[in-house]
């Protein structure tokens, strides 16, 4: 049985007129400045046209970021540390499925966090020591690395990364 398609009529304009397009020179060059802005979308803060910088914050029961292994598109312990001692602490968190081992996969909780290694630590000094990323810029970079972990271990449609956008854009800091 065939089951028949809505029929909608063309919608114009208010004033009846079918809409031209803008410029479009001004629109690709429009298009080039937000590419070229900030990767980490920002918020609108009422109805004024000034935005907000998403501010990072651990989002509780996320753990992206305890998924030790990531695959080759993500820079190896070797690759991070200049300090075996740190290459080597690292490699004997990673558990058999790539999780860390002190990640409770039940509770989403590390059953550390208070005494986990520096490098399990998103603070800006870190982010400046292990990748040469300037306190200034620390929010940006800090967000985006959570925002691809999120994207790789849970799914670019996931609630984890719905969560985490939401946190980062309502913060109070």
């Given at each position: ?35 070229q ?34 695959g ?26 790539g ?50 972990a ?15 956008n ?8």
């Amino acid at each position: 049985m065939a089951v028949a398609l809505p029929n909608f009529p063309t919608i114009l304009s208010a004033a009846g007129h079918t809409r031209r397009r803008p410029n479009s020179k001004k629109s690709n060059t429009r298009k080039k400045n937000l590419v070229q802005k900030n990767t980490v979308a920002t918020s609108s803060l009422g109805f004024s046209s000034k935005t907000k910088d998403p501010v990072w914050q651990c989002v509780e029961r996320c753990g992206a970021c305890c998924k030790l292994e990531k695959g080759p598109t993500y820079p190896s312990p070797d690759e991070i540390f200049d300090d075996p001692s740190d290459v080597q602490l690292y490699k004997s968190l990673i558990g058999p499925d790539g999780w860390c081992i002190n990640f409770e996969k039940s509770t989403r909780k590390c059953s550390i966090y208070s005494d986990r290694p520096y490098f399990c630590r998103v603070e800006p000094d870190i982010f400046e020591t292990l990748y040469g990323i300037s306190k200034k810029k620390f929010n940006k970079e800090a967000c985006g690395c959570c925002i691809d972990a999120i994207k790789y271990v849970y799914g670019a449609q996931s609630q984890e990364l719905d969560k985490f956008n939401h946190a980062i854009r309502t913060t109070n800091k």
